[in-house]
């Protein structure tokens, strides 16, 4: 009990904000009907969930490498791109698996290139030349493999086979997937070499980069393991290729639901992907000068926004909810979650209102588990231990001889993985389009700056509260607020929605500085 | 000769700029008699392009002082630069004052929010600071764009039809503009100069480098940096209000996220910190984007990505950080490769 109480006293600010927002949460469910409040509660919280996804992966990377990354929102519109096309289109999913394989396990030779760098001595004038020579015949061969590469894809200009039109079409039931494109054998050899190779040149000349800052040679073994994962992909790839139709047919027959699996699991993986690349290749040069961080992460997000509009275009696309949540008919609404899952159900009837099982439910619950999963992992695991670690001194960790880069990595990629999940899962419910990253990135910034800007608790907390702020203001904005002095009702109008986030952030940051859960530094 | 000495680049940039309406001119085959005149023609042109430079550099060193010398990061400094614009247009369009009483209470304006931002000044710190006033920023914005506001701020449009003083209508007076935007720059770059380097200045540099320490010497931290406010606030705001004078339109935009992001690319491009800075990256930004725009339509964005990710990392300083950084290097390359050069030449017979 003492305990208790000092811990009260000792955080008093602390205690007495989380008592007004408590109050003033009472008080706004009392202005509602009970099916009212509680459908709110629920989208508030599904709300809170995309962007605790957004805001979580944000916060780790601040909080570990002190890089404000503002790409964050364009990797989270990336992530629905992603998950979009390997859920409505999976055989261009497919025809891409191949050649990113064969590009990848070019990518893999790195380590024997160190290996045969710290034998051979460049003169000085090879060695300043030959990375960026090596790194424009990479590109230019994997330019030249995949224009020739066959993928059954769309086309942006034609309406008829914009990608608008094949969302249309699945949601309808009728998708209609072009016949695949077929090639010569030799320009298929030629175009697979060429996506190895320029992989292989990459490697090389990102090797010749690195070994111009290094002082000793790094490495005398043989790196047998990258060698076999490259086989490994290269092979991978080549199978796929040979059993394209073939799966390309069962994927389609699997339905939506499964399909729905798999897009999120592709488009978290691009994403780590994605971020695991940025790391390693832009964003470590720039350690020792922070600032410039943020230029080059905008110059990202924008180059990313403009990629995603080439290949996409810039109509809004829909992404039709997997079939497990997206069934209206026999014995739905559903009374309970159960029903719900066994009729597949799109609504459950709740007290004279209707929840919508994937906006509400599924979303949510997703949320969560990720929020338990990355709890433990940073609460239980060694590398947890690492971050963790990393989160409060850099430099001590670094000093008492941990990698620090292969974590930094491994972070970037986590958390630009976690958004990345987060577009994909908010694709369905809030359609795809190029702009959705932008207003997901501020209430994610939003949400830390309330809730702690490197404490992963502060930014579920953080979500939660902008979350439900969020929809208790456009819930008011439809019944309006009984105000003393005012006749009719006020109804809060939609700008007020960010302006009200916004005020509360100001708020908590006045009264507390380092937000709801951050530490004093 | 001193003064020339110190700022000789300086000096021959000014002489350039009041030189180039003219060169234009001549360039073109216009005669400087119907250029006086405002006729319309490339000089009238890049006369309008570089105003927007001169606009954009006055708001962009407003920022470096405030980030790049006294290290206060914020997020919010498009207000600045915003309230100057609409109280400039308000203040002509609906209240119809001259315009010397309007930049009177422009300038107020500026003050006025330096306090506003200063109320939270010893509140909260670094990336907190920015967040907080990127919320001021973003308040405002969704004010001005409210429809309660409409007759005044002219909603999600922007102020329209601010009536021009006679003198400086950007149509007819394009010239005398230019000259007075140009003065205002150099003006404005002449005083941060002296700022910078006066005793105040030292003091918000070593804010930016240690505040903990800067304490301990003794100096009252909080009112060096509200003086650094101030000074950046009265700028953008005059900045904002030559906007208001120039531009058709006074869109909301200009309070939003994404220009004060412009600011801060500017001086990224230029350099953090060095002022100068600021003039030759605005010059920069303005000429990139509207080449690029020109060049390449509607893929410009994506080109201006790779540029920015490029300047990252082939500038790491930006233009003059860069510059200064290495100008001696760079001399002493020179100089050698013309010592081997004349060395292996053939002596004279």
């Known amino acids: 009990m003492t305990t208790i109480i000092g811990t009260i006293r000792k955080n008093r600010t602390q205690t007495i904000t989380l008592a007004a927002l408590i109050l003033s949460f009472l008080l706004a469910i009392q202005g509602m009907e009970t099916g009212d409040w509680i459908i709110t509660i629920l989208r508030g919280l599904s709300v809170a969930a995309v962007t605790f996804l957004v805001a979580s992966g944000f916060s780790l990377i601040f909080g570990l490498m002190d890089v404000l990354n503002l790409a964050h929102g364009t990797l989270f519109m990336i992530g629905a791109y992603v998950g979009w096309t390997a859920y409505v289109r999976p055989d261009t999913l497919l025809d891409l698996a191949t050649p990113a394989a064969l590009f990848f396990a070019g990518l893999l030779l790195l380590p024997l290139w160190d290996r045969w760098l710290s034998r051979v001595r460049l003169a000085p004038q090879a060695a300043r030349g030959l990375p960026w020579l090596a790194l424009a015949l990479g590109v230019g061969a994997l330019a030249f493999g995949f224009a020739r590469y066959p993928i059954t894809g769309w086309d942006v200009t034609v309406y008829d086979k914009s990608p608008v039109v094949f969302g249309v079409q699945l949601d309808l039931g009728q998708l209609d997937l072009p016949a695949p494109a077929i090639v010569g054998a030799e320009q298929l050899g030629v175009s697979m070499l060429c996506l190895f190779a320029g992989g292989g040149l990459i490697a090389l000349g990102l090797t010749l980069l690195e070994s111009r800052n290094r002082i000793a040679a790094a490495t005398t073994r043989v790196p047998w393991r990258a060698l076999l994962l490259a086989l490994g992909l290269a092979l991978g790839g080549l199978a796929l290729f040979a059993w394209n139709d073939a799966l390309t047919a069962f994927l389609v027959a699997a339905g939506t639901t499964w399909r729905f699996l798999i897009a999120v699991i592709v488009a978290t993986l691009v994403g780590a992907g994605l971020g695991a690349l940025m790391e390693s290749t832009l964003i470590r040069p720039l350690y020792t000068r922070p600032i410039y961080q943020l230029m080059l992460t905008l110059g990202l997000g924008v180059i990313g926004r403009e990629v995603v509009i080439a290949l996409w275009g810039r109509t809004q696309m829909q992404m039709p909810k997997p079939a497990l949540f997206n069934t209206i008919g026999q014995g739905c609404p559903a009374q309970t979650i159960f029903d719900a899952l066994a009729n597949q159900c799109s609504t459950i009837s709740f007290m004279g209102s209707r929840i919508r099982t994937y906006n509400e439910i599924f979303i949510f619950i997703v949320g969560v588990i990720v929020l338990i999963v990355v709890w433990l992992l940073l609460q239980r695991t060694r590398i947890g231990m690492i971050i963790r670690a990393g989160v409060q001194d850099r430099a001590m960790v670094e000093a008492l001889g941990i990698n620090v880069r292969q974590v930094f990595t491994f972070v970037f990629a986590l958390g630009v993985g976690l958004a990345a999940l987060g577009g994909v899962l908010a694709g369905p419910s809030m359609g795809v389009s190029d702009d959705m990253g932008e207003s997901l990135l501020l209430s994610a910034l939003i949400a830390l700056a309330i809730g702690g800007l490197t404490s992963f608790p502060g930014a579920a907390a953080g979500s939660l509260l902008v979350g439900l702020l969020q929809q208790f203001i456009v819930k008011y904005g439809q019944i309006g607020i009984a105000l003393p002095f005012l006749e009719q009702p006020f109804k809060p109008t939609p700008p007020l929605v960010p302006a009200s986030t916004l005020l509360l952030m100001v708020i908590i940051l006045l009264a507390l500085p380092n937000g709801l859960f951050g530490r004093k530094e | ?349």
């Open chain 2, 1 to 349: 000769m001193k003064i020339l000495r110190d700022h000789a680049i300086l000096g021959a940039v000014a002489v350039f700029l009041i030189a180039f309406p003219f060169l234009i001119a001549l360039l073109d085959g216009q005669s400087i008699g119907a250029m006086l005149a405002g006729q319309s023609g490339n000089s009238k042109f890049y006369q309008g392009l570089l105003i927007e430079i001169f606009i954009l550099a006055i708001f962009a060193i407003s920022y470096d002082l405030l980030f790049g010398i006294t290290g206060l990061l914020s997020f919010g400094h498009a207000m600045f630069f915003s309230v100057g614009a609409y109280t400039a247009g308000i203040a002509l369009k609906s209240l119809k004052l001259p315009l010397p009483e309007t930049l009177v209470l422009v300038v107020f304006a500026g003050v006025a929010q330096a306090l506003l931002f200063s109320i939270v000044l010893p509140r909260v710190k670094g990336i907190t600071f920015a967040l907080v006033t990127l919320g001021f920023a973003s308040v405002f914005h969704i004010v001005i764009m409210s429809h309660e506001l409409n007759d005044w701020a002219g909603g999600d449009v922007g102020l329209q039809n601010i009536p021009k003083p006679a003198l400086l209508d950007p149509a007819n007076q394009r010239l005398t503009f230019y000259f007075v935007a140009l003065a205002l720059m150099l003006l404005v770059y002449l005083f941060y100069r002296r700022f910078v380097d006066s005793p105040t200045g030292r003091v918000c540099s070593a804010i930016r480098e240690n505040e903990h320490r800067a304490q301990m010497l003794g100096f009252n931290t909080f009112y060096f940096k509200l003086a650094a406010l101030i000074v950046s606030g009265i700028t953008a705001a005059l900045g904002g209000a030559l906007h208001a004078l120039y531009q058709p339109i006074v869109s909301p935009t200009s309070a939003s996220l994404g220009y004060t992001v412009n600011a801060l690319l500017i001086i990224l491009i230029g350099g953090v910190g060095t002022l100068s800075g600021a003039l030759v990256g605005a010059a920069a930004f303005r000429l990139l984007q509207f080449y690029l725009d020109k060049l390449f339509g509607e893929s410009s964005s994506f080109i201006l990505g790779v540029v920015y990710v490029a300047l990252v990392l082939f500038l790491p300083y930006g233009i003059i950080g860069t510059w200064r950084a290495k100008k001696l290097e760079w001399r002493a390359a020179w100089q050698a490769r013309w010592r081997a050069w004349s060395a292996a030449r053939p002596r004279g017979k």
